[in-house]
């Protein structure tokens, strides 16, 4: 068992001396090559790309959160005009009783009492219509959320390059532990569904997959 | 559940908390409040009572699984319908989600019909 261990141990050393020596190797060889400062100029920009993606997710943020403030702000007016018409068209109707008594009002008068009325009937459909656009531009907004994650996730992506990087210019003994697995991580927007097998493409998708499961 | 239920929503991003507030007063329910993530929400649930929870799933400090998870083993919240609202369409973590317990399952992004016709049919399920 013991020699069992120990013959593993140094296969393991002898792993780790490969690939060290293989970094030796691709380090020496880049630097021959040339690449040594390509690769240093790619680490130090890798930074630089990073802030350009933190602006792009902050400024679009900024840009969701004033539309959902002008989609509420519509909405409040939408509401007081729904209200005003309601109170001017139960006004109005008190009026075309009157006026359908034949009582002190000309035929214009009266058609135009009826039109009034039917308008201020409509204005309700119509805000109940334009509501309907307003969730509708919220909704995109969501936009924020899904392009968020993926950003975070190539910023993360870059972090990890940049570290590669700096690894590959500065290292060359072999690492002196195991490397660690990489514990799960969540995914987040999936970009391209229907490449893969192993992701819903839709909410019908997450439905019939807990249906089969019995859920 | 009370006449009025409260909601929690759940989820770093402001806008999506945002959105899925305003939807939930257009569907309803106008009793809500918001947690950035599931350490947050923890304490809010501790703090108050809540009758109902939206939950992303990818969030720092604490995601919804683990969030979901210690809901479910306390006794005091267990009982509380628990919608996930992810971009996760992993099948993997859909499974994962009903297996820890999740009422629901809503991925990003959604409708306005699917997110109404989810959380009515776990409030119908709940009684």
Sequence with gaps: MAQTEATAH??????????GQLTRTLHDALRELGYERELMDARDNLPGARDRLAYIARVTGEAAEKVLNAVDRA?????????????????????????AGGRACTPAGKQLVDETCEFFSGVGGQADRT????????????????????????????TSLEEQLVKLLIETSRPEQRPQLDPYQLEGPVVAPNARDDVVADQKGVDDLLASLGF | MTAEPRFLIVDDFSTMRRIVRNLLKEIGFGNAEEAEDGVVALSMLKAGKFDFIVSDINMPNMNGFELLKIVRSDDALKLIPFLMVTAEAKKEDIVQAA?????GYIVKPFTKATLEEKVQKIMTKQG
């Design chain 1, 10 to 19: 140094e296969s393991d050393e002898n792993i780790y001396r490969r690939i």
């Design chain 1, 75 to 99: 909405r409040t007016v939408q509401q007081e005009l729904t209200e005003q018409a309601d109170s001017l068209r139960n006004r109005w109707q008190a009026v075309a009783a009157y006026a």
């Design chain 1, 131 to 158: 509501n309907t656009i307003l969730t509708d531009i919220m909704m995109a907004q969501d936009f924020h959320d899904l392009t968020g994650q993926v950003i975070r996730r190539v910023v993360a992506l870059a």
């Design chain 2, 99 to 103: 297996q820890c317990g999740a009422s």
